[in-house]
């Protein structure tokens, strides 16, 4: 212990102690985004000379990085050639419709396709069946979304290829300790699988919401949902002639200024008694035509200078309304890389790009309806569109977006679905019996994939979960610095003198419960770079085995089951699912208390503390 001390100067640890109160703080304050924080992070300890020039850019080289962004372009490759939806829809083909069974098939959908890539993309790969099959099921998606969030959750502790199981692997390797192998995982995560199905499909389901926030559903009766019910559309839609003399007439729609001044949106322009919905935007008004158009009537009333427009009596709306054979109604969410994620509708040039107009927008619990044009997007938002029906396969291929459509077309990469599954089977086979090289067995499959034309070099590029790789390659060496410095010794220190006198199990326990805490208001890398080290130096301190301590709190950081923060796969389903951040602590808590105890149990009969 003093010799750790005694190998950095003085001012290391306060130093070191310093930006890691600093990272902390601003990731918990949402002022700078979590990967942003971690590269100020890399450059406050080279500044400081905490770390030499190699060791602040050591993350990028490590094998952990390398793992992420294979393990996202080999995933990638599954879901092009639709093994990954076929995989997801066999499941829940063979589960029935009984609501406990799809429950069970969800959250194993979610936890098998887990195993394979990271907890989000496994979650927004079955988003639209799991959605579509509680339709079809005549439930709410409210009954299925939670159990997949939480089983893809469950299915990323039963292996290594999860970001906050390499990141912990990474930093033992990093104090010249046995790392763990991609199956290492599984004696313990897959009994926790079992353990969080068997919880859901005989008490956690009765637990859910019976059906979305009251807002979001009045009147609407499963399996058909009426997306225009179900987002109000209603309450915002009316109906209005072009009067004589109105300067409209003889205009193209683009110049109508309805969108840019009034912040409204025409849905539709009936003429001689009939409809055109999503009309183009060189439809020329005549007098007499009526008008669909949807945003805040009071508003468009007290700015509207006659004979703009007369308004016509108000009448109900159904989907139906909405919808011809050449226009549909669709819902679809941002993808976790969505490119619109921070951009506002006009930003990003929505309408011109997708030929698709947002109609509303599903956040925080509520539809908004108006001048949705300048309203920066969210991660999690929900979009209810309207566009041709023939664009639809092309909304589908688009990486921003997850269309949440009954249909399912596969993505065209012909004849590739077989080879793509025994290319990643492969390489998992062989990462397995080689966990000393699990990122080059999986690079190569990466670049297999590629050889094999299932996906171009660029597609690779922008499938990378480029933010994840930035955040883990800029806290790593904070958990060297951590090291180094003393600061880990010193912090475990205190939390031995706190928690010291229980015992083996009280320290593990006393782990658990700090790591699982912090994850739920913080990334669960960031958590693992900060604990892992801290469990590493408790373990030299008191003898203890420290690939036991250290798996703990890698299994920590995944049971993020008690708030809608704790992991972005909980906010990707929050919206879709209509769920308020109570009703993730009301069902979460007992699956938290089932986990806790199951981890406690098993880590010492897998890996022995001693």
Request: aromatic letters at 6%; a neutral charge.
């Amino acid at each position: 212990m003093l010799g750790t001390f005694a190998q950095m100067d003085e001012p290391a640890l306060p130093l070191t102690l310093a930006i890691l109160v600093a990272a902390v703080l601003l990731i918990l304050s949402e002022r700078l985004r979590a990967d942003l924080v971690a590269l100020l992070v890399l450059v406050a300890l080279g500044i400081s000379g905490i770390l030499t020039p190699q060791e602040v850019f050591s993350g990028f080289s490590r094998s952990a990085v390398i793992t992420i962004m294979a393990i996202s372009i080999l995933a990638e490759g599954l879901r092009r050639t639709g093994v990954t939806d076929r995989m997801g829809d066999i499941l829940l083909r063979l589960v029935g419709k009984r609501e406990s069974h799809l429950v069970v098939g969800a959250m194993l959908a979610g936890a098998i396709l887990s195993l394979l890539m990271n907890n989000i993309a496994a979650a927004a790969i079955l988003l639209p069946t799991i959605s579509s099959a509680a339709r079809k099921a005549g439930l709410t998606p409210t009954r299925l979304l939670m159990p997949l969030a939480f089983g893809t959750l469950l299915g990323g502790m039963a292996t290594l290829l999860t970001t906050t199981n390499i990141v912990v692997s990474g930093l033992l390797i990093d104090q010249g300790l046995r790392g763990f192998g991609l199956l290492d995982f599984a004696p313990i995560g897959l009994p926790l699988v079992a353990i969080g199905v068997a919880y859901m499909a005989l008490w956690g389901y009765r637990l859910l919401p019976i059906q979305p926030i009251r807002e979001r559903t009045e009147g609407v009766r499963p399996p058909e949902v009426d997306l225009v019910q179900l987002y109000r559309l209603g309450e915002r839609l009316f109906r209005a002639r072009v009067p004589a003399g109105s300067y409209l007439i003889d205009k193209p729609l683009s110049r109508s200024t309805f969108r840019e001044i009034y912040g409204l949106n025409v849905v539709g322009l009936e003429r001689d008694g009939r409809l055109t919905l999503a009309p183009s935007p060189d439809f020329v008004f005549r007098e007499g035509d009526i008008v669909l158009l949807e945003g805040n009537l009071e508003e468009f009333r007290r700015r509207d200078r006659p004979p703009y427009l007369e308004i016509l009596p108000p009448r109900e709306w159904r989907e139906e309304d909405l919808e011809s054979p050449a226009v549909v109604i669709v819902e679809a969410v941002l993808s976790p890389r969505s490119g619109l994620i921070g951009q506002t509708l006009r930003g990003a040039q929505f309408r011109e790009k997708y030929g698709f107009t947002v109609l509303a927008i599903w956040r925080a619990g509520r539809p908004i309806r108006t001048n949705l044009s300048d309203l920066p997007l969210q991660f999690g938002d929900a979009l209810l569109l309207q566009g041709p029906r023939e664009r639809l396969s092309l909304l589908r291929g688009e990486p921003d977006l997850i269309l949440l459509a009954n249909e399912k077309e596969y993505l065209p990469v012909a004849g590739k679905g077989w080879l793509a599954a025994a290319i990643a089977l492969l390489a998992l086979a062989l990462a397995a019996l080689r966990y000393q090289a699990v990122a080059e067995v999986l690079l190569g499959g990466a670049l297999a994939m590629m050889l094999a034309g299932v996906l171009t070099m660029d597609q690779a590029y922008e499938v990378i979960e480029w933010k994840t790789v930035f955040l883990v390659a800029g806290m790593m060496p904070l958990g060297v610095a951590m090291t180094k410095s003393g600061a880990a010794a010193w912090l475990a220190e205190r939390v031995l003198a706190l928690i010291g006198t229980a015992g083996p199990m009280g320290l593990l326990a006393g782990l658990f419960l700090l790591a699982m805490g912090l994850s739920q208001v913080m990334h669960g890398a960031v958590v693992a770079s900060i604990v892992a080290p801290i469990a590493i130096q408790l373990a030299r301190q008191t003898g203890l085995s420290p690939q036991a301590l250290a798996m703990t709190v890698a299994l920590a950081t995944s049971t993020t089951f008690l708030t809608p923060l704790g992991h972005p796969v909980n906010v990707l389903v929050m919206n879709v699912g209509g769920y308020h951040a109570r009703d993730y602590l009301r069902v979460g808590w007992p699956l938290t208390l089932l986990v806790f105890g199951a981890v406690l149990l098993l880590v010492p009969v897998f890996w022995p503390l001693r």
